[in-house]
C-alpha cells in the first residue's frame, strides 16, 4: 500500500516522457520478422514490452536491450525476415498483462510452421479473445480458446492462410494488426474495416518497414468507417525507430498540472498522432491552457512555437515523417464539464480514467459514452474509476457504456477527499488516482501501487520530482 497526501504547492519543471508503449510494442515485432537490425531509441522498458521481447526471444529472435548513461533503452532487434521465426524450446509463450502482445502475437504465429499457446497473467486469460479468434479463423488459421471460453489461454497450430474482407464490430487497434499481421503471410489480400479509426502505429510502422497498404475512410467521412487494406509480402527490411513520448504516461501530468492551482510544467517528447491524441482534444474542450512547441534542445525550455491548440500543433507537424511529437507547456486551469463520445473514444480509451478525475473536479457535469471497452480492459475500468471517486466524495454514475460525472458547483474547491482507493490491480487505475491524491483533502491510500510497473515504472518518482511534497 502506498499513502499520498495533498500537494503543498504547485508542480513546476519539466519532465520527459518515457517512450510510448504501443510503439514500443510493434517496433519489437516488426524488427523481428524483418530482415536485419532494427534499432529501436526511447523504447519503454515496462514489464508489458518486455513480455513481447521474451516472447520472440523464445521464438529465436535476437534482441539487445541497452541503457545508456542518461537512463535511456535502447534496443537492437536482429531479425530473420518473415519467414524467419522457429519454434520455441516450449509451446508456451507467457505474455504476461499485455493484451497487445497477445492480440497481435496470435495473428503473427497464425501462418508459422509451428504451434504455440499464448498464456498471460490472471487478467489477461479473462479479456475477450473471440475478436480476434473469429476473423482469423476466417483467414484459415487453426486457432482456439485452451479452455473453451474465448479467452487465453489460446492454442495456436500454424497453417496457410487467405485473405479475407472483414467487418470489426469494435475499433480495436489489437484486433485490427492481429488481422494486418497476418495478412502480411496470406494469399491475397487483406482487408479489415472498423466502425472508427482506431490507432494508426501498425499502418504507419508496416508501411515504413515496407509492406503494401491502402487506408481510407468510407465516403471520406473522416468520423466514420476506416478500412485498411494490406497485401501479402515477400519480406519487411528493418528500420530505426525512434519512439515518442507515451501520450497515455503523458495525460497523467498534464492532469496534475491542470489541477494544482499555480502549476507550470513543459511535458517534453509527446506523440501527438490524431488517432491517439483524442486525451487533448477532451481538455482542451474542458478548457485546459496548453501549449506546444518543437522540441527544443534545452530539457527544461520549449522550442519552437508550434501553436496554441493541438490542430495548429498538427498541422505544424503535418510533413514531418514518422510519428508526430512535441514538447507542451501545460499550466494550471478551471475546467468545464463536456460530453466526451463517438468517434473521440478510440483515439483516447486508455486516458478515461485519468478524464474522469479531471471531470470531477471541472465545473458542470461531463457525460462518457460509447466506451463499453473500459469493461473488458485490465479491470472493468467503469467499476473501478466510478467507485474510487465516490469513495472520495464524488458524485459518479456508471452506464453501460461510460459513466455521469456530476462534477463541482461554480466557486466550489476541490470537491474530493482522501479514501482508501482500490485498484484492481490495473496501473491507469492507481496512475489516475494518485493524481486525484494531489489535490483531495485527507490522506489517499493505493492498495497496490506495484501494478504501475506494467507501464511506466518511474512514475512515483517523475511525479515527486515536480511536486513540493507527495
Known amino acids: 500500500m502506498m499513502k499520498l497526501i495533498k500537494t503543498a504547492g504547485p508542480l513546476s519543471g519539466s519532465i520527459q516522457i518515457p517512450g ?5 510494442h510493434r517496433a519489437v515485432m516488426f524488427g523481428s520478422i524483418a530482415q536485419g537490425t532494427t534499432r529501436i531509441r526511447h523504447f519503454l522498458s515496462g514489464a508489458d514490452c518486455l513480455s513481447t521481447i521474451d516472447c520472440f526471444r523464445r521464438l529465436q529472435i535476437p534482441i539487445e536491450l541497452h541503457t545508456d548513461p542518461a537512463g535511456e533503452t535502447q534496443v537492437l532487434v536482429h531479425g530473420k525476415g518473415l519467414r524467419g521465426l522457429s519454434a520455441p524450446a516450449d509451446p508456451l509463450l507467457e505474455t504476461g498483462n499485455s493484451g497487445t502482445t497477445t492480440r497481435i502475437l496470435s495473428g ?6 509451428f504451434t504455440c499457446i499464448l498464456s498471460g497473467d490472471e487478467s489477461i486469460n479473462r479479456r475477450p479473445m ?3 479468434i473469429e476473423p482469423l479463423s476466417r483467414m484459415g488459421a487453426d486457432i482456439e480458446s485452451v479452455n473453451g471460453n474465448g479467452c487465453a489461454p489460446l492454442r495456436i497450430r500454424g497453417t496457410a492462410l487467405h485473405g479475407i474482407s472483414y467487418t470489426s464490430p469494435v475499433a480495436s487497434a489489437q484486433v485490427k494488426s492481429a488481422i494486418l499481421c497476418a495478412g502480411l503471410y496470406a494469399e491475397g489480400e487483406t482487408c479489415v474495416t472498423e466502425p472508427a479509426r482506431s490507432r494508426d502505429h501498425t499502418e504507419k510502422m508496416l508501411s515504413l518497414f515496407g509492406a503494401e497498404l491502402s487506408c481510407g475512410f468510407e465516403q471520406g467521412n473522416s468520423s466514420g468507417a476506416y478500412t485498411a487494406l494490406i497485401r501479402p509480402a515477400e519480406e519487411l527490411y528493418a528500420q530505426d525507430i525512434s519512439v515518442p513520448g507515451d501520450i497515455s504516461s503523458a495525460a497523467y501530468f498534464i492532469a496534475a498540472a491542470l489541477l494544482v492551482p499555480g502549476s ?13 491524441a483524442g486525451f487533448l482534444t477532451a481538455v482542451e474542450q474542458m478548457g485546459a491552457d496548453l501549449t506546444y512547441y518543437a522540441s527544443g534542445q534545452n530539457p527544461d525550455e520549449p522550442g519552437v512555437l508550434l501553436g496554441r491548440s493541438l490542430q495548429e500543433a498538427q498541422e505544424a507537424l503535418r510533413c514531418v515523417p514518422g510519428e508526430p511529437a512535441c514538447d507542451l507547456l501545460v499550466r494550471s486551469s478551471q475546467l468545464s464539464g463536456i460530453v466526451i463520445e463517438g468517434a473521440l473514444i ?6 478515461i480514467p485519468i478524464l474522469a478525475v479531471l471531470a470531477a473536479c471541472a465545473e458542470g457535469e461531463t457525460v462518457i459514452r460509447d466506451a463499453a471497452e473500459l469493461k473488458v480492459k485490465e479491470s472493468d475500468r467503469i467499476a473501478y474509476v466510478t467507485e474510487n471517486l465516490r469513495a472520495m466524495g464524488a458524485e459518479a454514475v456508471p452506464t453501460e457504456d461510460g459513466m455521469i460525472l456530476a ?49 511506466y515504472p518511474a512514475f512515483f518518482q517523475d511525479l515527486s520530482s515536480l511536486l513540493s511534497s507527495l
Open 20 to 24: 510510448d508503449k504501443s510503439i514500443s
Open 108 to 113: 503473427i504465429l497464425a501462418p508459422q510452421p
Open 130 to 132: 473471440k475478436r480476434v
Open 264 to 276: 507550470e510544467v513543459l511535458v517534453r517528447g509527446v506523440g501527438i498522432n490524431p488517432t491517439r
Open 346 to 351: 478510440p483515439t483516447l480509451i486508455d486516458e
Open 407 to 455: 462534477g463541482k458547483s461554480r466557486g466550489e474547491g476541490a470537491a474530493l477527499h482522501g479514501a482508501l482507493i482500490r485498484t484492481g490491480l490495473d496501473h491507469r487505475i492507481a496512475m489516475s488516482f494518485a493524481v486525484a491524491a494531489l489535490v483531495a483533502e485527507g490522506e489517499c491510500t493505493l492498495d497496490d501501487e506495484a501494478c504501475v510497473r506494467i507501464s
